[in-house]
């Protein structure tokens, strides 16, 4: 199933991604740091949502309360609660 999520507290403003059953099928970043979220979205290619969250969640980028791999994490569980 296609999602998107509209980021918020990031430098990225959107996040399209397809999941396949628990399994991320890809994932685009609009925004950001195309060089590190282009390596956050293979690196999550072919894991379970459960598996990314756990790594991601909690991530911050700076000062900032969040960042773009924590967005990445609160997208997939909104998406699993649907």
């Known amino acids: 199933m296609k999602y998107t999520y509209y980021t918020s507290g ?3 403003s959107q996040i399209d991604f397809e999941v ?7 994932v685009f970043f609009t925004g950001g740091c195309h060089g590190n979220l282009q390596g956050i979205s ?3 290619q ?4 459960d598996e ?3 790594k991601l ?4 980028c700076g000062y900032k309360a969040t ?3 924590d967005q990445l994490a609160r997208a997939l569980k909104e998406a699993m609660a649907r």
Do not use: F, Y
């Not at 396949?20 to 099928?25: A, E, P, T």
């Not at 969640?57 to 911050?60: A, N, T």
């Open 67 to 69: 960042s773009c791999p």
């Open 52 to 54: 990314a969250i756990a």
């Open 10 to 12: 990031t430098c990225s």
């Open 42 to 44: 293979r690196l999550v």
């Open 20 to 26: 396949d059953g628990n399994v991320i099928k890809q």
């Open 46 to 49: 072919g894991m379970t949502c």
């Open 57 to 60: 969640e909690g991530i911050r």
